[in-house]
């Protein structure tokens, strides 16, 4: 069975839930890659409507960000789900390459 806890849907019942917040929710996707750069999507959402959006571009190369957002929140998340997107990346990468190896020696 499963409970109604913050985490789980709209968490507008939530008891720890702000009353005064600036979003209820942070959304990020992958707008483009490439060896050099990664560009992220935000959407900052309040009652299910997207109050402010952006792109955030980070530098691979470098290791670090191009145009960080301003609110430090917004960009501790976009860097968790980079790290999260590269994370995965790379593992795919690993998986298709001894996939790869694997073809060739069959």
């Known amino acids: 069975m499963v409970?109604?806890?913050c985490n789980l849907g709209n968490a507008a019942?939530?008891?720890?839930?702000?009353?005064?917040?600036?979003?209820?929710?942070?959304r990020f996707s992958v707008a483009r890659t490439g060896s050099?750069?990664?560009?992220?999507?935000?959407?900052?959402?309040?009652?299910?409507a997207p109050v402010e959006?952006?792109?955030?571009?980070?530098d691979c190369?470098?290791?670090?960000w191009v145009n960080p957002h301003a609110d430090a929140r917004i960009q501790r998340l976009a860097a968790s789900?980079?790290?999260?997107y590269r994370a995965r990346r790379n593992a795919s990468l690993v998986v298709d390459?001894?996939?790869?190896?694997?073809?060739?020696?069959?």
């Open 81 to 84: 789900y980079l790290e999260v």
């Open 13 to 26: 019942a939530c008891p720890h839930l702000p009353r005064e917040r600036d979003w209820d929710a942070v």
């Open 3 to 5: 409970r109604d806890l």
């Open 53 to 58: 959006h952006g792109k955030l571009t980070f």
């Open 61 to 64: 190369m470098e290791e670090c």
């Open 36 to 48: 050099d750069q990664v560009t992220l999507c935000y959407v900052c959402e309040l009652a299910y």
């Open 97 to 106: 390459e001894c996939l790869d190896a694997n073809e060739k020696t069959a």
